[in-house]
C-alpha cells in the first residue's frame, strides 16, 4: 500500500520541483555545455575522477571556447563558468553577488564564519574592521619583519646548498613565521613550529578537496562515517592549537600594558612614500596584484584611514573586542584561523613558483639580478620600502608568475538573481558561478602566447591594452583579496632576499611539472629547485645579504 502511495508522491513532487526552476532550465537549455542526463545531469564525468579535479577539468576544458559562460549539471545543482573579463566583471565588481558558493561550507569547521566564506552584515561589518589594517601604512611597519625573517630562511636553506630539495617547505614555515610576528604581532619563538602548521594546513586541503570532488560524500552525516572525519579532527587541533595560543598570547601581551610589540619595533612615519607608490602604480600600470584602473577598499587614500584604524590586524581586533560588544572572542578566533590560512598558503605557493620560473629562465633571472645589483650595489643592507618601488623588473616576473599560476586558480559565488551578462547569455538565479581565474590568465586571445612565460605581458602598455578584469589573482571589487598589498610588499622582500644570495636552479622541465589544484594550486611533484650561493667580492660568504 506504502509502496503504491509513494510512487505517485516522488513523481508528484519531481513534477512540482521541475515547474518551480522551470525559468532556471529555460535559461541554463541556452547556456552551451556538455550532454546531461535526467536526475544526474552530467556527474558521470566527476565518477572516474580518482585523485585530482584539477587536472581532469584543466584538460577538458581545452576544448571549450574561450570566451562564451558554459554549464555544467551535476544532479540538480547548475554550475555556470565565465571566462570573458566583462562579464567577470558584472559579478565580480557587483554589491549583489556577494556571496559564497554552497561549496565553500566544507571550510566551516576550520574558519567558522571568517571572512573568507561568511556573508551578509557579519562579512560586512568584519570586512570594514579588517581591510584598514592591511592598509599600506601599516604594512610599511612590517618591513623589519619581513626583512629579518627573510634573511632567516636564507640561512636555513644554507645547508641544501648544491642539492635538489623541495623549497615549498622553506617557504611555508617562513609565510608562517612571518603573519606571526607582523599581522599576529607576536613572537614565533613562542608558538612552537609553524612547519607542523603549516603541514597540518596542507593535508586539511587534501581533505576539503577530495569532498569537493566526491559528491556522495557532501552529506555531513556521510562524511562522519568515514576515516577522514577523524583525521579532519586531529588536523584541526594543530590548527586551531596554533591560533588559540596566538591569541593567548597577545592577550597577555595586552593585559602587561603593551600591544603591538613586534611590528611597532619598525613603525615609519606614516605619510613617508605614499606619494612615490602611486607614482610607482601609474608606471607600470598595476597597483600591488591588479590593474591600477582598479581599487577597492585597501586603496583609501591616507586621511581615510583614522588613527585607530593604523593598527595591525589582531591588535585592532583584539582592542575592538574590549571596546565594544560587536566582536566576540569566538569571532577574533574564526578571523585569525581565516588570515593564517589565506595569508601563508597562498603566498607559499606563490614564491614556490616564481623560484622554479628563475631556475628554468637564467636570462631572467640574470635580469633581475642586474636590478638588484643597481639598488643595492654590494652592500648588505636590508630592503627598504622605497627599494620595493624600484624592484620594476621583479615585480613583472611576479606578475607573469601570479597569471601563469595563480595560487587560487578557482573561485565561485552563488548567483542570487537571475544576470543579463555582456556576451549575451542570461544566467538563472539559483546557479552557481564559478570563475577559472587560471583560464582567464591563460587566453590566448587576451595573452598571445600564453603558456610562455613572458614578464613584458605586464610592461605599461601591455597592461593598458588588457581589460581590467584580464589579470585577477586576488580576485577583484568588494570581495577582493584584503592581503594583496601584504603579499605583494612580503614577497618581494622575500625573493630578492633570497635572490641576492642564491643563484636558482632547477632540473625538471615545466612540461614534466605535476599540478593539483588542491584550494590552493602547487606542484604534486615538489617545488624542486637547487641553489648555489652568489659570492660576492670581499664579503663572508656565510653572512647573507640584506
Ligand atoms: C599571492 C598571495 C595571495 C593570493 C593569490 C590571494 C588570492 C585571493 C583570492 C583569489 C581571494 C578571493 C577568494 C574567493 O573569492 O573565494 C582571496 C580572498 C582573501 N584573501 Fe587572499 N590571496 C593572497 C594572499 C593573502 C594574504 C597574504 C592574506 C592575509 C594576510 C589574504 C587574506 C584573504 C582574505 C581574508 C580573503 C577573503 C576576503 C573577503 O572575502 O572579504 N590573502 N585571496
Not at 595560543?245 to 597577555?252: D, E, G, Q, W
Not at 585597501?298 to 585592532?316: I, Q, S, T
Not at 589573482?473 to 625573493?495: D, E, H, N, Q, T
Request: charged share 25%; net charge neutral.
Amino acid at each position: 500500500m506504502f509502496y503504491y502511495l509513494s510512487v505517485p508522491a516522488v513523481l508528484l513532487w519531481y513534477a512540482y520541483f521541475r515547474y518551480s526552476r522551470r525559468r532556471m532550465y529555460e535559461l541554463s537549455d541556452k547556456i552551451p555545455g556538455p550532454k546531461s542526463f535526467p536526475l544526474i545531469g552530467s556527474a558521470h564525468e566527476l565518477i572516474h575522477i580518482r585523485s585530482d579535479l584539477y587536472a581532469v577539468v584543466w584538460e577538458r576544458s581545452k576544448d571549450f571556447p574561450w570566451d562564451i559562460p558554459h554549464k555544467l549539471w551535476i544532479g540538480p545543482l547548475l554550475y555556470v563558468g565565465l571566462q570573458d573579463p566583462r562579464d567577470i566583471e558584472v559579478i565580480l565588481g557587483s554589491n549583489v553577488h556577494l556571496d559564497k558558493s554552497d561549496e565553500y561550507r566544507f571550510f566551516r569547521p576550520w574558519f567558522g564564519n571568517g571572512l573568507l566564506i561568511s556573508s551578509g552584515d557579519h562579512w560586512r561589518s568584519h570586512r570594514k574592521l579588517i581591510a584598514p589594517t592591511f592598509h599600506l601604512n601599516v604594512l610599511k611597519s612590517f618591513i623589519q619583519q619581513f626583512n629579518l625573517n627573510s634573511l632567516e630562511v636564507v640561512r636555513k636553506m644554507r645547508k641544501e646548498v648544491g642539492r635538489e630539495f623541495d623549497v615549498h617547505d622553506y617557504m611555508s614555515e617562513a609565510t608562517v613565521e612571518m603573519l606571526l610576528e607582523t599581522a599576529m604581532g607576536v613572537s614565533k619563538n613562542e608558538q612552537e613550529s609553524g612547519y607542523e602548521y603549516a603541514m597540518a594546513v596542507m593535508k586539511m586541503c587534501d581533505i576539503l578537496h577530495m569532498r569537493h570532488t566526491k559528491f556522495w560524500l557532501y552529506p555531513e552525516t556521510i562524511f562522519r562515517l568515514t576515516k577522514h572525519f577523524s583525521e579532519q579532527k586531529r588536523l584541526l587541533g594543530i590548527i586551531h592549537g596554533l591560533t588559540k595560543r596566538v591569541i593567548k598570547s597577545k592577550k597577555a601581551g595586552f593585559s602587561r600594558g603593551f600591544s603591538d610589540d613586534l611590528a611597532q619595533n619598525s613603525k615609519v612615519n606614516i605619510s613617508e612614500n605614499t606619494e612615490a607608490s602611486e607614482t610607482a602604480a601609474e608606471d607600470t600600470g598595476m597597483s600591488y596584484g591588479q590593474s591600477s584602473k582598479l581599487r577597492d577598499d585597501l586603496d583609501l587614500d591616507d586621511n581615510d584611514v583614522g588613527e585607530k584604524k593604523r593598527m595591525a590586524f589582531l591588535d585592532l581586533l583584539i582592542e575592538s573586542a574590549r571596546d565594544s560588544e560587536l566582536l566576540s572572542d569566538q569571532d577574533i578566533k574564526e578571523e585569525v584561523d581565516t588570515i593564517m590560512f589565506e595569508g601563508h598558503d597562498t603566498t607559499a605557493a606563490g614564491s614556490s613558483f616564481f623560484l622554479c620560473m628563475m631556475g628554468l629562465h637564467q636570462d631572467i633571472q640574470d635580469r633581475i639580478h642586474e636590478e638588484l645589483q643597481h639598488i643595492f650595489g654590494d652592500s648588505d643592507r636590508p630592503v627598504t620600502f622605497q627599494d620595493t618601488l624600484e624592484m620594476k623588473y621583479l615585480e613583472r616576473c611576479l606578475m607573469e608568475t601570479l597569471r601563469i599560476y595563480p595560487p587560487v586558480p578557482v573561485i565561485a559565488r552563488r548567483l542570487r538573481e537571475e544576470t543579463a551578462l555582456p556576451t549575451g547569455y542570461t544566467i538563472p538565479a539559483g546557479c552557481t558561478i564559478i570563475i577559472p581565474i587560471i583560464r582567464i590568465h591563460r587566453n590566448p586571445h587576451i595573452y598571445p602566447d600564453p603558456d610562455a612565460f613572458n614578464p613584458d605581458n605586464f610592461l605599461p602598455e601591455a597592461s593598458a591594452s588588457r581589460h581590467y578584469y584580464s589579470f585577477i589573482p586576488f580576485s577583484a571589487g568588494p570581495r577582493s583579496c584584503v592581503g594583496r598589498k601584504y603579499a605583494i610588499l612580503k614577497l618581494k622582500i622575500l625573493l630578492s632576499t633570497i635572490l641576492r644570495n642564491y643563484r636558482v636552479h632547477t632540473a625538471v622541465p615545466e612540461k614534466d611539472w605535476q599540478m593539483t589544484g588542491d584550494i590552493i594550486l602547487k606542484r604534486a611533484d615538489g617545488f624542486r629547485i637547487s641553489l648555489q650561493s652568489r659570492k660576492r667580492e670581499g664579503s663572508d660568504d656565510r653572512k647573507p645579504a640584506a
